[in-house]
């Protein structure tokens, strides 16, 4: 019985190898490691895909975070809005940058920022909202970019797990002021390594934003600001280059294998499967369930060879390095609660049908045991 992994890089590899092998060889001809055309190309397109009028590739969608929060000024005594439930790194960037992040419980149905709840949690010292477009599903933009601009805030949109999905018909990271990237290699477009990048319209922006992630200089010993060392080098660049072309078959692929899987597991036992909001294209980063036997449930799928994954297992603000901020699970009473339940299938553009189904009848199979 061979396994089914969560996520197979191999088999994307394998689909576009001679392409990456020569765009690799390619940098390395040129010794292009670091700035160069390359990444200069990649900026260009990425930006152009996005309908942004700027791309700066950054070392990884962390440090696009912190650097997008640095660019707005955003620093000791600010708050910095965000979700309850998400990868670490859109709350530990807000810390990093000496501001407070300020959690937001999630919608029931969409797992992302519930926009209801976003005003009672505003004050004087709020500066920006940090929504995240979660699992592969856009944040309900419209009631967000609404009580934003109500409040002068500005908005980063967290857009690591979405690249290219859309809501309203519209790309996410095109509704805030910037909106920053991970090319982790497990994410929908991921690098051989790490990489991250940062949009935006705001030319002004731009150009800070490149001097913050470039030692705060443009040009050599131009220090103007204070800044870090994060750039997308130049081996990243060209691999992603290649991978642009095929992504948005990638993520037409990833939501026709969420929907087949919502299909067959509509009504099976207890679970509970994603639900697309109205306005959304959902391009299925992870493919996640709930369920009150999720213990059981991975337990029995893993004897089947089936890997599943948490994500996550602790929602943020009650990871160790927020509970100093004294959250309890009754102010966040959804994040609390599915932080327990939820469950995330295999889930990638190379899935087979086979495969989908082992998935589908080995859950079945659970429940009709149960
Ligand atoms: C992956 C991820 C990041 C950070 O990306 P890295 O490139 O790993 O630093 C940020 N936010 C979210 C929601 C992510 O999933």
Redesign the pocket.
Known sequence: MTTIPLADLKAQYASIKDEVNSAIQSVIDETAFVKGRFVKAFEESFAEKNGARHCIGVA????A?YIALRAFGIGRGDEVITTAF??I??AETIQQAGATPVFVDIHPDYYTIDPSKIEEKITERTKAIIP?H?YGQPADMKPIVAVARAHGLKIIE?S??AHFAEYNGQKVGTFGDAATF???PG?NLGAYG???AVITDDDGLAETIRRIANHGALGKHDHEIGGVNSRLDGIQAAVLSVKLQYIDEWNRRRNEIGNRYNDALAGVGDLVTPKIHPAAEHIFHVYTVRTEKRDALKEVLSEEGISTGIHYPVALPFLPPFTDLGYTGEQLPVAFDYQDKILSLPMYPELTSTQIERVTSAIALFYEQE
């Open positions: 990884n969608g962390t440090d975070i998400s990868w790194s859109t995240v979660l967290d690591a797990q991970s090319f982790y994410k790490d990489g991250g």
